[in-house]
Structures are given as C-alpha cells and as structure tokens.
C-alpha cells in the first residue's frame, strides 16, 4: 500500500507539473527567443491554459483506466487508446494548436487504417510521441515498454519517435533513483539499445506491440537512436556541463547546441537537461527549483509548451511528497474542466499504476 500511495503522488506530481509547463509554455509557443516578453517568461497571470500536450495525456491516461486490467492484451489496449484519441479529435477544446501529425494520423485510424497499415499512422518523429506518455511511464513491469512504445507508434510510426519515447518514459520511471542525473541514465539506456544489449530488446509485451511495425525490433530501435537521439542526449550532457559554471540568469536559451524539440529526439534531450538543473545535489542545492526550471524551459526558441510539459513530468515525478510543486511556489489554477481530471486523476489510475 505504501508503494502504491507514493506511485500515486509521483503521478500526481508528474501531472501538475507537466500541464502547468504545457500552461506556461503555451503562452509563447510559436515565439523566437528574441520575441519573449520577458527572459524569464512569467507564468500567466489568471487561468492556466493548458494545450494538447495535457489534453492528449489526460486521453492516455483515460484510455488506460478504460484497459485496466487488460493491459497485457494488445488488441485491447490498441483499441482503447485509438477510442480515447479519436474522442479527443473531435473535442470541442481542440484547437489549441494541435500537431499536424497526430491529427493527419487520427483521420487515417478513424476511416478504418490501422496503425501500422501504409495509410495509417504517419511516418514522424515529431515530439508529440514522447510529450503524452507520462501515464505509461508508471505502469507495471510487465507492460511499460509495450504502452509507451504503442501510444507513440499509433501517431507517429518512425523509430525516433519510439526509441526516444522508451527513453523518456523509463526516465520517468527511474525518476527517483536517477534524479540529478537523468542525461547519464538516458545516455546510458540508449546506448544499451544501440550496442543489442538492452534488456528493452527482449521484453514479450513490446516485441508483440511491434511487430505489425517490423520483424526486426532491435534493428528498429537502434536506427531510432542514432538518428538524433543519441546526439541530442549528448550534446545536452554538454551544455549540462557548461551551466554548472554558470548563475542561472546567464543560462539563456535551453535550446542552444542540441535543438529545438520539434521532434521527439531533441524534445527529451533538452527536457532532461532541464530536469537535471532542477534535481541535482551532488553540488549542493540544485541551481534551480521545480517552478524556476518550468520558467526556463518555457523561455526557448523551440517547442516551448512541450519542452515544458515533458520537463515539468520529470521533474514531478522524481518526488514523492504530495505537496511538492506547492513547496515551489507553483499553484497553477487551470480551467475548471481539466483542474477536475487533473485532480482525480492518481485516484483513478489505481488500476493501472505500477505497485
């Protein structure tokens, strides 16, 4: 039960922060660096609008609930995920910039393709494969890989877009254990994927989940590293070297020497590398706190509500304490609609979350 209770907060955590970095974020999304209000972006002042990124996790996370207890079963959860984006297609409150690819990808599976048909889902590695997936980060064991690895492939079927997904979400997972050093575990799993040793390579549920996709799951995986993921998680590494000899006011753009996080490889290399700065301790206090490092990661050139929302997961989810993001300072107040599904959404994860 305690186990149970402290995954619940993690999750809690993980929610609040990612919708307050989509909310944060959103506010400047399509803005240049040089454009921004202020350096940093401050939070909105009022309602907190949140953006597809919250919109799609909230669709993940009902569509896992709907497949409790069958997450083992493929059909099963690919239907109940494909139901719950489809619904979300249609919402009312979709228009708040949602990407092309998820959208394009959605009108394919609702005329009748299958993900993994030539018509069906589109071949991108845009990040919106890895800036929803915080529901299957916390899932169990036996089935994490299989449910981050299908949400990604049902919209975005090209090997960036998963392999960066299982890193992001296994960094999610590990959140507590790698917190201050999310780079180096990331290197390190995408790494393992790269050289065939990867124990990701021999998981049943997510060789079954591929395999309408490819023959060759390992093969796949490796390309998806090597195209931009890897570099990405490095040259972060880097640029996570230079901002320790650096006061946080001089940090600038997040964005600078890695990308822009439009797709998915760069999106998880500079929301890790955000994450870092807010959980390091192996030099004392960590140069930023939660509410700090959303401020920054908002303040990019790139996919600013992603890069947000993706940091603001990690972070929150490397704290077990139900009243982290208050402790910063960050009481984001979000429309009354999503304030309610934000807020009973540990309870009713119960089904789904990992022990």
Known sequence: MMRRTATQARYRNALIGLAAGDAWGYQVEFRKYAQMPAYPVPAPKKIWKISDDTQMTLALHDALVDASGQLDDVDVLTKAITARFLEWQVDRDNNRAPGATCMGSLRQLRAGARWHDADGARVSAGCGAVMRLAPAALCPDEVWLGVTALQAALTHKHPLAIASALVLSDAIRSATS??????????????????????????????????????????????????????????????????????????????????????????????????????????????????????????????????????????????????????????????????????????????????
């Open 178 to 355: 790698v917190r201050g050093h999310f780079l180096e575990h990331a290197i390190s799993a995408a790494m393992s994927v790269l050289s065939g040793q990867s124990p990701w390579l021999r998981d049943e549920f997510l060789l079954r989940v591929l395999s309408p996709m490819t023959a060759d799951v390992p093969g796949m995986l490796a390309a998806g590293v090597k195209e931009i993921l890897l570099d990405a998680l490095l040259d972060a590494f880097t640029v996570k070297q230079e901002l320790f000899t650096l006061t946080p006011e001089d940090y600038g753009d997040p964005c600078i020497g890695i990308g822009e996080g439009w797709e998915s490889g760069s999106a998880t290399a500079i929301a890790l590398l955000v994450a870092d700065m807010a959980t390091a301790s192996g030099r004392g206090r960590a140069p930023l706190n939660g509410r700090e490092a959303l401020a920054w990661a908002s303040t990019s050139n790139g996919d600013s509500d992603s890069i947000a929302s993706i940091a603001g997961a990690v972070i929150g989810a490397a704290h077990t304490g139900d009243r982290y993001w208050a402790g910063v300072k960050l009481n984001p107040r979000f429309e009354p609609r999503y304030a309610k599904a934000l807020r009973n959404a540990p309870s009713a994860a119960r089904g789904f979350l990992a022990a």
